[in-house]
């Protein structure tokens, strides 16, 4: 599970890279917490982070049953993919909200490739 383990570590740093830049934003932008509104360019910010603790609750689990029924190799590809889509999104949606669709898109296709490549293959195999 080698490259499974390497996704989820890329996937997992990349998103702690997105709560820095939160951190940053809100001294930058003078948005003290708890406040998530009020500045347009710190918003963009925040939403990047937010957005992709949605899509890690679909991909992580995915992943990993990608990973162990179907292929850790194909899942760690996959796996890189979808953080590459992320960082796509994320500089898309960072200079404006309303480019983020291709990175978005790739993001949610990776996702469901493998959960359903990877449920399809538990099911074939079994426990």
Known sequence: MRFTILATFAALLTYCWFLLKVGQARRKFGVEAPKTTGNADFERIFRVQQNTVEQLVLFLPSLWIFGFYVSDILAGLLGLGWTAAR?????????????????????????????????????????
């Open 87 to 127: 960082a796509l999104y994320a500089a898309e949606y960072y200079a404006d909200a309303k480019t983020r669709g291709p990175g978005a898109a790739l993001t949610f296709l990776i996702g469901i490739v493998l959960l359903v490549g990877g449920t399809i293959g538990a099911l074939i195999k079994g426990p």
